[in-house]
């Protein structure tokens, strides 16, 4: 089965490098992948999209992702934007709020969507010491939808990472996998 993944967040919040990473680790159990970036103007703060195939077959297809079916919103001043876009018949969307996930299906005026929230600033903030939210965000997502297990995402972020980044950012995924709220 092929799924696909957006993510949305900002210039400098590591967009490209949190779909990498999730690609890195379903690489590693032996799964095929994709993962590329879509950027607007080049500067810190811009709106930014990542993008990621998972996919236990080859993947043929080599252009934007137009229909996922995972949306995750690292940055939660684009929930004003049309983050649902294009979303998936019963897709799911992950969300860095403070909100419920019934607060949010309301704000993004969806239906048949599953809404996931978690507060991976907060997460951030209390482990990294810094507002980067975006290995919390994969720590949710993997929670949310199993893509890859929790031991190939923390190898790959510790490689990535090394040393006690890299075991901050693991505490900092576990703490949102184990946090995520959804319906």
């Known amino acids: 089965m092929l799924t696909e993944i957006r993510w949305h967040g900002r210039g400098g919040q590591g967009i490209v490098s ?3 990473l999730l690609a890195d680790a379903a690489l590693s159990e032996k799964k095929h992948v994709q993962s590329f ?14 993008f ?6 080859p ?61 991976a600033r907060r997460i951030a903030l209390d482990v990294l010491g ?9 720590g949710a997502l993997i929670k949310v939808e199993p893509l890859t297990s ?3 995402v923390a190898k ?5 990472f090394p040393g006690t980044l890299g075991e901050k950012n693991v505490e900092a995924m576990k703490r949102a996998f184990e946090e995520v709220a959804g319906n």
């Not at 790959?156 to 990535?160: G, K, L, S, W």
């Open 59 to 119: 993947i043929s297809i080599h252009s934007q992702i137009y229909n996922p079916n995972i949306v995750v919103v690292v940055d939660p001043t684009l929930l004003s934007t049309n983050v649902t876009s294009g979303l998936a018949e019963n897709g799911t969307i992950v969300v860095n709020s403070e909100r419920t996930p019934d607060e949010l299906k309301k704000t993004l005026s969806v239906q048949d969507a599953r809404v996931c929230s978690v507060n």
């Open 52 to 57: 990621t195939r998972i996919s236990d077959q």
């Open 18 to 20: 949190v779909s990498r």
């Open 150 to 152: 929790f031991e190939s």
């Open 37 to 50: 970036p879509e950027f607007g103007p080049e500067r810190s703060g811009a709106p930014v999209r990542g």
């Open 130 to 138: 810094r507002p980067i939210y975006n290995t919390a965000m994969l």
């Open 156 to 160: 790959v972020v510790r490689a990535r």
